[in-house]
């Protein structure tokens, strides 16, 4: 299909024409029959994209929001909890439960760095009263791969914190499994790995995590997750959903459905490798020490300013990256693998570049 932008921004990412054509139907009330078909199916497919039978809540926010609902709704005041920051999203799950009178253990890595098991561990002896640890799986500032399975395992062995993990980017992109790996909270948003537009979000919840929930004295009232779980089991919502968005979602996880998680566990891999090599034969370097699967992070040139970089990239080439965030918005850039993507596309991605470096006279290692 011919596209008008080759959008490879990690959120938002580019949608499916089925997924488009679902949207673009007359509204139909929440609370009618068709609609508890729709959200019945959705929620079954959502078990089915998180590998879990628990489950999983859909909210009208971004990704963030369920984040912050997670917070609201396991702890209290004072409670102690240990948050990985190796990058802008790992730093906002330092910020906010502090906002909400958390006490947080910050474990702080440079950017394109990984928590390490050991650091994880040690940190849990010191501090055996925390209650949870976050991680992000696929930090997107940096492009970086968090290995949650063996951190999750190591966890569980040394003691009872619940294991929280922001999977924003990677959940339908990446491997995770949210029963086999024992994990308790597992949060991602409509616009990165599921393709369909900005505007919802998912939380997975374990029976430990819900059970934690009743100590919970955090005010909450919209991001209760409670009315969340009342009302899934008769496949409802407590407030309005984003009905639309909701009928994307459900053809989108249809096509998840039918191509299998598995192989677009494998296609995500390899494409996010045909992008590595391709960088590396470039002569450009790789900005993180772990690269995910869902975005590649590439240094920039000194040489070349960024600004002139992206306009030629779009204007040129009708090619979107990302810029870096904070401060590597200029030093950065990033191509993500997630959303929908045909496979020559990031030929197309390549060939752009390739014809935007020469031009910017990065011309060292051109073949
Ligand atoms: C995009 C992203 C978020 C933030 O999600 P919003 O939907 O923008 O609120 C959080 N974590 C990661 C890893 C992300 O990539």
């Known amino acids: 299909m011919h596209k008008n932008i080759y959008l490879f921004t990690p959120g938002p990412t580019p949608i499916p024409p089925k997924v488009l054509q679902r949207m673009n139907q007359p509204i139909i009330h929440h609370r009618s029959k068709e609609f508890r078909e729709v959200f019945s199916r959705v929620n079954s497919n959502l078990q089915y994209l998180f590998q879990t039978k628990q489950p999983v809540l859909t909210l009208a926010s971004s990704g963030t929001g369920a984040v912050e609902a997670s ?3 396991l702890f209290s005041p004072g409670d102690k909890i240990i948050s990985v920051n190796n990058g802008k999203f790992g730093e906002r799950w330092v910020k906010m439960p502090r906002t909400f009178g958390l006490e947080v253990v910050e474990l702080k890595y440079n950017w394109g760095d990984a928590p390490s ?11 055996p009263d925390a209650k949870a640890v976050y991680l992000v799986h696929c930090e997107t500032s940096s492009g970086t791969f968090t290995d949650i399975k063996l951190i999750a395992e190591a966890i569980q062995r040394e003691s009872s914190a619940l294991v929280c993990v922001d999977g924003v980017c990677s959940v ?5 499994r949210f029963d086999d790996w024992n994990l308790d909270v597992c949060v991602t948003s409509s616009q990165k790995g599921l393709m369909i537009p900005p505007g919802l979000a998912f939380v997975a919840l374990s029976e430990r995590a819900i059970a934690e929930m009743r100590y919970s004295k955090l005010p ?13 089991i008769t496949n409802d919502t407590p407030w309005t959903p984003a009905i639309t968005l909701i009928q994307g979602l459900d053809t989108a996880l249809e096509i998840i459905r039918s191509e299998g998680l598995e192989s677009r566990w494998s ?4 494409h996010a490798a045909f ?26 040139p000194s040489k070349i300013e960024s600004k002139i970089f992206h306009k030629k990239l779009r204007e040129e080439h009708s090619i979107y990256f990302a810029k870096g965030q904070s401060d590597y918005m200029d030093k950065i850039f990033r191509i993500a693998h997630i959303g929908y993507h045909e496979a020559d596309e990031y030929r197309i991605a390549i060939d752009g570049l390739k014809s935007v470096l020469t031009e910017l006279a990065f011309s060292q290692n051109l073949h």
């Open 267 to 270: 296609a995500h891999a390899k």
């Open 117 to 127: 098991t050991g650091d994880i561990i040690n940190a849990l002896h010191k501090h």
């Open 172 to 176: 339908g992109g990446m491997e995770i």
């Open 71 to 73: 917070f609201v709704n």
């Open 275 to 300: 992008i590595r090599d391709e960088i590396n034969s470039l002569g450009l370097k790789l900005f993180s020490k772990y690269p995910s699967n869902a975005l590649t992070t590439v240094i920039l």
């Open 220 to 232: 909450k009232y919209y991001f209760d997750l409670n009315k969340a779980l009342d009302s899934i």
